[in-house]
Nanobody
């Protein structure tokens, strides 16, 4: 599976961005997807996940602001980010796995990774 993340950029605090993750090489609808982020000097952290059933889950710091979704017909996942804060600035990575997990919060639970897209939120 190849993943291609896009949609990052520079935005002011309070603004919005939508990240996309285009997948190829495997039946997209069977994959669980996740978004992670990594700020300079910090570990990569989980942001949001979506199962094939479209059940979603989030880290507490983005609940109510971010929405993860998927369009199986387009083989693409999305992360809509609203009310952005400077602390959301990071490189964002999409990831996917064909394995079943009730919740996949850890990087080791994912088999495929996109290249990352930079999100910078100015204050």
């Amino acid at each position: 599976v190849q993943l291609q993340a896009s949609g990052g950029g520079l935005v002011q605090a309070g603004g919005s961005l939508r990240l996309s993750c285009a997948a190829s090489g495997r039946t997209f609808s069977s994959l669980s997807m996740g978004w992670f982020r990594q700020a300079p000097g910090k570990e990569r952290e989980f942001v949001a996940g979506i199962r094939p059933s479209e059940t979603t889950y989030y880290v507490d710091s983005v609940k109510g602001r971010f929405i993860i979704s998927r369009d199986n017909a387009k083989n693409t996942g999305y992360l809509q980010m609203n009310s952005l804060k400077p602390e959301d600035s990071a490189v964002y990575y999409c990831a996917a796995t064909p394995r079943y997990y009730v919740r996949a919060y850890n990087t080791g639970q994912y088999d495929y990774w996109g290249q990352g897209t930079q999100v910078t939120v100015s204050s």
